[in-house]
Every structure is written in C-alpha cells, then in structure tokens.
C-alpha cells in the first residue's frame, strides 16, 4: 500500500507525473505541428480541388455545348425551329439556367428558360442588344463569358464555312459551388479522422512505453531505497545500543558514502565506549584505590593516641593526595581529543616529569623524534602513555636513589618508543615482577599490543615498544587518525 510520506511513493509519483507531463507536450507539438503544417496542406488541397472541379465542369460545359451545336446543324440548315427547340428541351437540365439560338443578328430563334412557365417562348423573335449577347453573336468560335453565378458559353453553328446560327448555354455555378463545398467538408474530415488517429496511437504507443518505463522506475526505486532503509534499520540498532552491526552498501554514490560514514561513526562511537570504559576502569583502579586509602588512613589518624603517628598518617595521606590530583589531571587531559597529538604529549610528558623529579633533588632530562607519521594519538593510547610514564617515575623516586633521570620519546612509522633510565641503585632480576607499578606497566603494553623491557645496569631502563599500526587486541581499536 502507498504511503505518501514515503520517499519511494513520492519517486514513482514523480516518475509518473513525468511521464504523463512528457506524452501532453508530445501530443501538444504533433497538434501544432497538424494546425501550422496542415494548414497550408488543406489550403492547397482545397484549391487544388477547387481548381480541378471547376476545370472538370467547365470542360464539360464546354463539351455539351459544342455537342449540342453540332446536333442543331442539320435543324438549322432546314431552319426546322420545332426541331430546335425540341432538342434545347431534352437538354436543359439542373445547372443549365438557360439555351439560346441566335441567329446572325441576334434574334431568338428559340430559347428555354429554367423555371420559367412559358420556357422562354416569350422571348423567341425578340433581338437581344446587351454586350454578352453582341460579344456571343461575334464570336467566330467558342466564347465563355461569366455574368454572376452564370457561366456564359457561346458556340456558332456552322456548316461548311456557313455560319448558321448561335447557340447560347448559361450554366449555373451554385451546383459546383456545392459540390466544392462538399468535397472541401469531407477533405477536411478526412484530415481531421487522420489527427485523431494519429493521436490515438500516440496515445496508445505512450501507454506502452510507459508500462515499461513505470516497471524500470519501480525496479529503480527499489534498489536506490534499499540501503536507506538499511541505513534506517542501522540508525535504530546504534539507537538501541548495538553499535556492532555494519551496513553492505556497494554502490560509490551518495548513499554509499552514506553508509561508509554510518559504519565509520558506529566504529567511533564504539572506540569512544572502549575508552570510557578502560578510564572508568583505570579511574577505580587508580583514583578509587587512592580515595579509598585515604579514607582508611583518615580513620587511623583519628584514632592515633601519638602525635607523632597521626602525623606520619597524615603525610601519607598529603602523598595519596598529591598522587590522586596527578591522576585526575592526567585523566582530564587525556579526555581533550583536541591536544592529543604527539607534540603535545610530549610536552605534557615533559612538564610532568620536571614537576614530578626535580624537587627530589634529581635532575630530568627528556629527548624526541617525531616523524612525519599518519596516525596521531587517540586519548586512550594517550593516557596509558602518560601512566606508565607516570609508573615509572613514581619507582624512580620511591627506590632508585638516582641523581639524574632521562627520558626519550621515539615515534616513526613502525613504533612509538617510551625509554625511561636513572642512574640509581637498579634492582636484581628476581624483583622485576614484584612492584605493583611494573605489574601496572607490563599490563598495560600488552593492552597496547607492545613490549615492556626493564633492564638493570649501572640503574634501570623501562622501556615500552609499540608497534604501528596498533591495535588494543581486547577491543579492536584502532590508533586515532588525523
């Protein structure tokens, strides 16, 4: 069923609406073309059939009266009137309105009439003086006059070289007018049924094309909404919470980049529920393990009876303290996506350090090199950096007894390279994995996919590997791009 707030209802509408639009265009211009070129085809045709009838009827005209003057020579040679006027009788007929015999000076030697009740018997012996009737008498051969709606042909009657007499047809127009009238009705009928024909079958071919069309367009549409009702059906799912599930679109046209952008922001936003995930975890690890020995700690201070031991309880809370506002600002800077590039994780590794060494009376030193690499850092990449950087730091003060300590960040197109060296007492082998800061080190590497290497000599060097391009194994995530 059509529903008209839906795309594809609105795409066959349209298609429609074109096609019908194009068959009244269609239908107009072989209209136009029939009045503008069919005018003057008509207008030819009604006089070149004009032209033809009248030429046709004059011919005959003109052969009935050359007949008929043949037939009154034998009459006039005897001057047998009776006989004269018996034939013009037989011959009158519907378009002849009248049949004079003349003879050399112009009397009537008979005439009949159409219509008349004495069929011009009236007019026989009378002389007739106007100028058709002089011009006809003169006439040494066939003459046509024309005199209104009378055609007016004169032809003598001769015998040898004798001229007899002259005989006089007048015909009348008004039937050839009519049956031009006629024809020229059932002409432009004709051509009026041949328009209508033809628009018919252009009727009749629009329809046909346009099933097949109607059928191509509903194909179409079918295939041009499919991916955006899987792009709809996706949209539902990451709504839902199912932020795993990935759009097929093969087509390179819009709606493919569509669904490529889709699939690339389910991809973020699971990369984004990764990471919260992993600072939750890191923030109860850390910052929820600090509060929570602070809040133990704070519970013996009170209940010490020595001054000198609620005091020393009271250092060690000051210390958690400092190290749980160094894990919040570390967390928050992690979080802003905009500085995690590696100049400025180098900076903020750098600041840290110094703030963190120096005022244990050691000097800090930090080198490195960044090439010109692709993948920048993602926040969560940056905050385990940052932490075992941190971790490090932290066993440096604690144990190490160094005076100096340098640091080198390393970052090519095949690693990220974090040393770590003092120059302090160092540990023996068997101590390695007992700290829980280097636990939290070599957990952390794996997470990363990398390698974590202590070595002893002459102090200790931490050294954490990270191949590019990374890949937290656990979660599938991939390094930030640019």
């Known amino acids: 069923m059509l529903k008209f707030n839906s795309i594809k209802t609105k795409l066959v509408l349209f298609s429609i609406f074109l096609i019908l639009l194009t068959a009244v265009i ?63 009788m037989t011959t009158i007929e519907k378009d002849i309105s009248y ?24 007019l026989m012996g009378k002389a007739l003086d106007d100028e058709l009737t002089k011009k006809a008498i003169a ?41 031009i009238a006629e024809m020229t009705k059932e002409l432009e009928g004709g051509l009026d049924k041949a328009v209508i024909t033809a628009i018919n079958y252009t009727l009749l071919a629009g329809i046909i094309v346009a099933i097949p069309i109607i059928a191509v367009v509903l194909i179409f549409t079918k295939r041009l909404l499919t991916p955006v009702y899987a792009l709809i059906d996706g949209t539902r799912r990451a709504a839902a ?53 602070i809040k133990l700690l704070s519970e013996m201070a009170q209940s010490r009876s020595s001054i000198k031991e609620a005091r020393n309880t009271l250092k060690t809370i000051s210390e958690l303290a400092k190290e749980g ?37 050691m000097s800090f030193n930090m080198k490195s090199s960044v090439e010109d690499v692709r993948e920048q850092a993602s926040s969560l990449l940056y905050l385990n950096i940052f932490r075992t950087f941190k971790e490090a730091l932290t066993n440096i003060v604690k144990h190490s007894k160094a005076k100096s300590v340098e640091a080198a960040l390393s970052v090519n197109t095949a690693n990220i390279t974090l040393a770590i060296k003092d120059d302090g007492i160092g540990f023996k082998e068997d101590e390695k994995g007992r700290g829980r800061g280097i636990s939290n080190m070599t957990v952390r590497a794996k997470e990363l996919g990398g390698q974590l290497t202590i070595i002893s000599d002459n102090g200790a060097c931490v050294t954490l590997e990270i191949p590019i391009p990374i890949k937290y194994p656990d979660k599938g995530m991939e390094l930030g791009q640019p």
Do not use: C
């Open 99 to 122: 049949i004079y015999v003349h003879d050399k000076e112009g009397r009537l030697l008979a005439a009949d009439v159409k219509g008349s009740e004495t069929r011009g018997a009236e």
């Open 139 to 179: 006439a040494s051969e066939m003459l046509v006059q024309k005199q209104g709606n009378i055609i007016d042909i004169a032809s003598p009657i001769v015998l040898g070289q004798k001229k007899l007499a002259v005989v006089r047809i007048g015909f009348s127009t008004g039937g050839i007018q009519n049956t």
């Open 325 to 361: 506002l160094s894990e919040i600002r570390s967390l928050i800077y992690s979080l802003d996506v905009k500085e995690t590039s590696w100049r400025s994780l180098i900076a903020e590794l750098r600041g840290f350090g110094s703030s963190m060494i120096e005022p244990h009376n």
């Open 241 to 293: 919470g199912d932020l795993t599930y990935k759009i097929d679109v093969k087509s390179r046209d819009e709606i493919g980049k569509l669904a490529d952008s889709f699939n690339k922001m389910t991809e973020d936003m699971q990369k984004y529920q990764a990471e919260k995930e992993k600072m939750l975890k890191d923030m109860h690890d850390g910052i929820g393990g600090i509060t929570t020995n």
């Open 26 to 88: 269609f239908i107009g211009i072989v209209i136009n073309l029939d009045r503008k070129n069919l005018s003057d085809v008509r207008k030819d045709s009604k006089a070149l059939m004009k032209t033809s009838l009248q030429a046709e009827w004059e011919a005959k005209s003109r052969a009935m009266t050359v007949l008929l003057s043949n037939r009154l020579i034998q009459p006039m040679y005897n001057f047998d009137i009776f006989e004269v006027r018996y034939i013009i």
